[in-house]
């Protein structure tokens, strides 16, 4: 009867050969992180206090030592803002596991859109609350954090320019993600033309994110 074992010394090549590619593996990822051009630092956060969807406040301690992606919408918005608020819902679906990184939605709209719209609006895209947060407040609050400091800016639509009643606003379409130390360090656009969400941002996003809570 013929033995379909390898000998011994064969077993000892394919072994030595396995730890030679492990090796040379782990020293390329180490060699790729030493060459990594550190992401600049765009700007920083200061402290505020928002009101989430549950009515209780959420400051920027709340958000300190993680990784977080910022977007600004309002709930009556028939135009960019539903892409927006799915494209942020497909990133919370993709989140590398174990991350600790959150998704936080502002409203440029606070006089209409209250804890309880706010609630409804993320209901409505299916959000995870204990990873997506979504905040509303004064408008001077909002304004401070939003376009002073997250770049996430928004301009009123005069009555006489609007299209529809719920042409209320113009803003930006971009998503910032903000780092373990309340500094600005990255700004996507997420529509427009010529921007491909799925194949190109999207996984620059994440890529970020990673990239970010790789960092001390």
Same mark, same amino acid.
């Given at each position: 009867?013929?033995?379909?074992?390898?000998?011994?010394?064969?077993?000892?090549?394919?072994?030595?050969?396995?730890?030679?590619?492990?090796l040379a593996y782990l020293l390329s990822l180490l060699e790729v992180k030493r060459n990594e051009v550190p992401l600049p630092v765009l700007g920083h956060i200061g402290a505020f206090t928002?009101?989430?969807?549950?009515?209780?406040? $959420? #400051?920027?301690?709340?958000?300190?030592?993680?990784?977080?992606?910022?977007?600004?919408?309002?709930?009556?918005?028939?135009?960019?803002?539903?892409?927006?608020?799915?494209?942020?819902?497909?990133? &919370? &679906?993709?989140?590398?596991?174990?991350?600790?990184?959150?998704?936080? $939605?502002?409203?440029?709209?606070?006089?209409?859109?209250?804890?309880?719209?706010?609630?409804?609006?993320?209901?409505?895209?299916?959000?995870?609350?204990?990873?997506?947060?979504?905040?509303?407040?004064?408008?001077?609050?909002?304004?401070?954090?939003?376009?002073? &400091?997250?770049?996430?800016?928004?301009?009123?639509?005069?009555?006489?320019?609007?299209?529809?009643?719920?042409?209320?606003?113009?803003? #930006?379409?971009?998503?910032?993600?903000?780092?373990?130390?309340?500094?600005?360090?990255?700004?996507? &656009?997420?529509?427009?033309?010529?921007?491909?969400?799925?194949?190109v941002v999207e996984p620059q996003v994440l890529g970020t994110i990673r990239r970010l809570e790789?960092?001390?």
């Amino acid at each position: 009867m013929t033995s379909s074992r390898l000998p011994p010394s064969l077993w000892f090549g394919v072994v030595f050969l396995f730890g030679l590619l492990t090796l040379a593996y782990l020293l390329s990822l180490l060699e790729v992180k030493r060459n990594e051009v550190p992401l600049p630092v765009l700007g920083h956060i200061g402290a505020f206090t928002l009101t989430n969807q549950d009515g209780n406040p $959420t #400051t920027l301690t709340d958000l300190t030592n993680r990784v977080w992606v910022a977007d600004i919408i309002f709930t009556r918005c028939a135009g960019q803002c539903p892409r927006m608020t799915q494209q942020m819902k497909s990133l &919370e &679906e993709k989140l590398p596991p174990g991350s600790g990184a959150r998704l936080v $939605t502002l409203t440029t709209d606070p006089d209409y859109d209250s804890p309880v719209i706010m609630k409804r609006y993320g209901d409505r895209f299916g959000a995870d609350f204990s990873h997506w947060t979504f905040l509303t407040g004064t408008k001077d609050a909002i304004a401070q954090l939003a376009a002073n &400091e997250l770049k996430l800016s928004s301009v009123p639509i005069k009555p006489g320019d609007q299209k529809n009643p719920v042409d209320l606003f113009i803003h #930006t379409t971009i998503f910032v993600i903000v780092d373990k130390h309340a500094q600005l360090r990255g700004i996507f &656009e997420t529509g427009g033309d010529g921007v491909d969400w799925t194949n190109v941002v999207e996984p620059q996003v994440l890529g970020t994110i990673r990239r970010l809570e790789r960092e001390s």
